[in-house]
């Protein structure tokens, strides 16, 4: 069977190549025999045409496609009712005999796909442009099971949610500490890998808790356990005896896998949380939502302590934005405007450079920042290879080896988070986006992408950011961006150790301890930029730093304390738009 990843860039070919198809009878078996192809299958081995039946009026018809038992199709010319061809549809089935009678009918004008589950009545309605992303819910053609038909799951909090409720089960069983919270972050990439297409089969996890365990719960830990072992083994090192649905799935490497987890012991109501967050559609849940999962099963004393803040995507593109991306693509928009010169080397030393960008958080949390970072510059390489493309005339293959078509990686993102869970909720996500952006690389190219095992990793480090010594962690002079939304605790919040860091870090005397938490970051990060001539010579460009801050920090007492340090101690000063000042 084709991997998943090779059905969707099928799907998008077959999406494009259809696009100004219109007419029915002259189209309709031509359409549905490169539909069939997009799946692997042959259409004449399971379905034909024009498939006679007397209806329970009497009067003749002809069903446009069917495979009996599994699929009715009832086809009309782009921009006829499809309310008339559900009509039809239904005439067709109810005059069926009932060992022939399908699960499924579709309707489609070209345009439009109505695809409907009669067992459950369940129906999804798209274009055929989303073909790509839909194509899961035809999993029948292969044979598969799927889980029930529904519009996409909105990019929300809802997920999240389920994963907080996950941890409250779990952490009011006894099962507490590192290990609740190595295993919530395992449990997301694997519910993520099961509908993004990272595991071979869809539904692959879902499907072994659902049919392996019991419904009592008892030897769901085991199978768990079992499961990392084997996710975290090369294929060809696995036991000959293993057993055949653990062996089916990949090797991720990466690490994510390697610690031993005390087994986690579960009963049926536990084990009924986690299937409900198996059954969430994952695959449109941006990784950058995380960081409200950190939120929702951290204490709330805890997360005020710590100054946890979720960023936003608006407010963490108001900071990168004019920090990098806005000049990056408007380097890459000035070279698409131009009709001389050899545009094309340029644009591919363009993207070269976004290889060889490095961008440093410092607060990372979660890695938000990281991520959306990650994946603006992922979306920019696809734009810059997409024109390579147009002005070359190749295809994909002819262009270069496809292997290399990205040369940006994760390794390309450093973090400094003060706690492990998020730490590693922050690398974790980053691999999830990764994947993504190799699936819209993949369906703009029309070649399957996949980076699994993982061989690269963001470099994420567990420590207090304001004693870590930054320049040990990545050299100033291989860093491009300082960037991130750090605790703003106030200065009548903080605790006595983190007043005591603000009074070292800004060397004030007394007057120190009146600073916001915020402002030790935004000194560490100007003492950390003015070392990279030393570190690299005299015309070395040092990072640019763009934080988050309280508007506190531009008012009353804290401006004369503040502002000095950085305008005239370490002779930085503030570029346009390029520091964004939260109001709290």
Known sequence: MLSWNEIRVRAAQFAA??????????????????FFEVFGKRRRDVARYEEHVKKLDNRSGFIDLFWPG????????AGRSLVAAAEQAGAYFDALAERERPRYQLLCDFKTFELLDRDTREEIRFPLAELADQVENFAFIVGQRRRALREEDPVNIEASELMGRLHDALDESGYRGDDLERFLVRMVFCMFADDSGIFPRQDMFLHLIEDRTSVDGADLGLWLTQLFQVLDTPTEQRQAKLDEDLAKFPYVNGELFAERLSI???????????LDACRFNWSKTSPAIFGALFQSVMEPVERRSQGAHYTTEQNILRVIEPLFLDDLRAEFDALSAKHSGDVVAELYRL???L?????????????????????ELRLLEIDILDEIAARTRLSAQQMMPFEVKSVIDVDQFYGIEISEFPARIAATSLWMMDHLMNRELATTFGEPYVRIPLEKSPHIEVGDALELDWTDFLPPAECSYVFGNPPFIGAKYQSTEQRAQVHRIAQLGGSGGTLDYVTAWFIRAAEYVRQTDTAAGLGQRPPRIGFVATNSITQGEQVAQFWPVIFERHDLNIGKLYWWLRVS
Not at 21 to 28: D, I, L, Q, V
Not at 70 to 77: A, H, I
């Open 17 to 34: 190549d259809w696009a100004d198809a219109s007419y029915e009878k002259g189209e309709t078996q031509t359409f549905y025999n490169e």
């Open 70 to 77: 599994v699929l009715l199709v009832e086809q009309k010319s």
């Open 264 to 274: 986690a012991a579960f009963d049926s109501e536990m084990r009924a949380a986690l």
């Open 351 to 353: 993207r070269d450079r």
């Open 355 to 375: 290889g060889e960008l490095r961008f440093f958080d410092p607060a990372c949390g979660c890695g938000n920042f990281l991520i959306i970072a990650y994946r």
